[in-house]
């Protein structure tokens, strides 16, 4: 006989859109609560108390990494639901982080570095353009 009482609460943790939303992005992949916010264009103390609950029923686990603490689904039969509910998962569907450029995780780190260089490119380019239109090279 089924425990109705705990499939009771896990559903209702299901029921809320902001943590379905949560879970529909773990089912892809671990992510960062930076990613989160920037994904439910949501406050971080937001983000963190619904992470809480869904940590608390065990729903979620979380691992540090360096300063970051990543989420993921650790219950098979929540992901279960999830592909009956929402359907297959796609990797690299579900987002599109506008702050990624601004966090520190190791995710976004060699894309913080990439942008950083280009950044520093494009300022050459443009000293370099700048200087030659004030004196053009000297030829005799």
Request: with cysteine; proline share 7%; charged share 25%.
């Amino acid at each position: 006989m089924p425990d109705y009482e705990s499939l009771s609460i896990r559903l209702k943790l299901l029921a809320h859109p902001e943590r379905l939303r949560i879970l529909d992005v773990l089912r892809r992949e671990p992510e960062c609560v930076c990613h989160l916010e920037a994904l439910l264009d949501k406050p971080q103390p937001y983000v963190s108390q619904q992470l809480r609950l869904l940590r608390e029923a065990k729903v979620i686990t979380d691992h540090k990494q360096g300063q970051n603490v990543f989420y993921s689904i650790g219950d098979a039969e929540i992901l279960t639901w999830l592909e009956a509910i929402l359907g297959p998962a796609d990797a690299g569907t579900h987002r599109s982080v506008p702050n990624a450029a601004v966090c520190n995780c190791p995710k976004c780190a060699p894309v913080f570095s990439s942008l950083a260089v280009m950044e520093e490119l494009e300022g050459r380019i443009q000293y370099e353009s700048e200087f030659a239109s004030v004196s053009p090279l000297v030829t005799n």
